[in-house]
Nanobody, 115 residues
Framework: QVQLVESGGGLVQAGGSLRLSCAAS????????MGWYRQAPGKQRELVAS???????VYADSVKGRFTISRDNAKNTMSLQMNSLKPEDTAVYYC?????????WGEGTLVTVSS
């Protein structure tokens, strides 16, 4: 059974940092694109950052220069380093792995940024 488990969320003050991790089990995603999405209350889920199997990255304009996505293929994990956090970054953050049109999602981890 494929599972993606996020960790690292929490409460932080504006300007602070958090590091999210996503651990995959049940299959290896080394050759697949992965990404982080987020969903704020009352809003649609949106892409935060994605990374290909060759480490090409894409970021939402709102997080460019503040967030960094990375992956560790040896550990089958993905991370999101979030710096200079803003209250508008408050959301549930989800890990995604894609495989030929099949999307695997984690349960999400809550990030709350206080002003």
């Amino acid at each position: 059974q494929v599972q993606l488990v996020e960790s690292g969320g929490g409460l932080v003050q504006a300007g602070g940092s958090l590091r999210l991790s996503c651990a995959a089990s049940g299959r290896n995603f080394n050759n697949n694109p992965m990404g982080w999405y987020r969903q704020a209350p009352g809003k649609q889920r949106e892409l935060v950052a994605s990374i290909t199997n060759s480490d090409d990255t894409v970021y939402a304009d709102s997080v460019k220069g503040r967030f960094t996505i990375s992956r560790d293929n040896a550990k089958n994990t993905m991370s999101l380093q979030m710096n200079s956090l803003k209250p508008e970054d408050t959301a549930v953050y989800y890990c995604l792995a894609s495989d030929h049109g099949m999307n695997y999602w984690g349960e999400g981890t809550l990030v709350t940024v206080s002003s």
